[in-house]
């Protein structure tokens, strides 16, 4: 008897793809600008303190001829970080690797390894993020919000809130960050990002983008650099919820960083300067769980205050009800 079809003949099954496809993921950026590292232990410790000498002041007073010149002081301060533990694990079973599909470690691996990274990339921008200089977008003008809660739904960001940060910046003589070319790097959320671009008028970012020789940062959607300041757009960009007036306004920080803004440690000894992915031992009496985790042993501190600024704004593009 010939066989026409295999829809009711119990021949067909169902071919499976022996890949996985991982969740759409940000790139991580945070822990790029860490500048100020340990060069020179002089111990093993829990906390690893940097130091900051400051500058003599300027000697602008004429010398005498027959009188020697007073010794003056320098002076110092420090900035401390504490070294902490991070990690994570994962533990596949007998059963699970004997009965998946596909080869289930590379998978925990995967997994794992995005995790170290997300995980440290989260605590780079909490310590960033809680700086001690911010400005809240106006749109007013006249600068008048001296806090999240007032800030409005229509206060986006503006190019003069990036000219403002960046004097003050300038003023502090910060300098930008070397792998920029001497420009400072803002994070900003592509919410903000549409604000910043769609802004018009000749003192706007939008204008020397359509009269100038840098179109193509139209066509792509791309802030670019403007200002001086090399813009990184990622959704990873603090978004606070409901943040803002009333409680019923986003608030979305945009970060703008200089050099040595922030300052890492970790301990060489039993860690490395990023997280490791390792396999944990099989200690079970039939040897079926089989752990596999990452580990981290390190921490980030603001180094220094006057070369981070953190803006505050709302977006038109945010939850604004």
């Known amino acids: 008897m010939a066989i026409y079809g295999t829809g009711d003949s119990g021949f067909d099954q169902v071919s499976w793809d022996l890949f996985t496809r991982f969740a759409l993921r940000p790139e991580l950026f945070y822990d790029r600008i860490a500048s100020v590292q340990a060069t020179n232990l002089d111990k093993r410790g829990s906390t690893v303190r940097f130091t900051k000498t400051a500058d003599l002041a300027a000697a602008t007073t004429p010398l005498s001829e027959k009188v020697d010149v ?3 002081t320098f002076s ?8 902490d533990e991070y990690g994570n694990a994962v533990v596949t079973t007998a059963r699970i690797r004997g009965t998946s599909y596909l080869d289930v470690d590379p998978v925990v691996a995967n997994l794992l390894g995005y995790n170290a990274g997300l995980s440290i990339d989260t605590i780079t921008r909490d310590v960033l993020h809680d700086g001690d200089n911010v400005h809240y977008s106006d749109a007013t003008a006249t600068q008048a919000n001296s806090q999240a809660t007032n800030v409005l739904a229509a206060d986006i960001l503006q190019s003069r809130d990036i000219r403002k940060v960046v004097a003050n910046l300038r003023a502090a003589n910060v300098p930008g960050i070397s792998e920029s070319a001497g420009l400072y790097t803002a ?4 919410h903000v990002s549409v604000d ?6 000749t003192a706007a ?4 983008h359509v009269y100038g020789i840098s179109q193509m940062n139209i066509w792509r959607g791309d802030i670019g650099i403007y200002e001086g300041v090399r813009f990184v ?4 960009a603090l978004l606070t919820e409901d943040g803002g007036d009333g409680g019923t306004v986003d608030l979305y920080s945009t970060l703008v960083v ?21 396999p944990g031992p099989v200690t079970d009496k039939l040897m079926r769980f089989r752990p596999m ?29």
């Open 196 to 201: 910043l671009r769609q802004e018009t008028g």
């Open 76 to 83: 110092d301060s420090n900035v401390d970080v504490v070294l």
């Open 233 to 236: 757009e990622t959704p990873r």
């Open 70 to 72: 007073d010794g003056v």
């Open 293 to 321: 985790g990452w580990y981290w042993f390190g921490g980030y501190k603001i180094f220094r205050q006057e070369s981070l600024w953190r803006i505050d704004s709302a977006s038109s593009l945010g939850d604004n009800s």
């Open 258 to 278: 200089g050099w040595e803004a922030l300052a890492k440690a970790y301990s060489s000894t039993v860690s490395d300067s990023l997280p490791q992915v390792m």
């Open 187 to 190: 994070f900003i959320h592509p």
């Open 205 to 208: 970012w939008r204008d020397p």
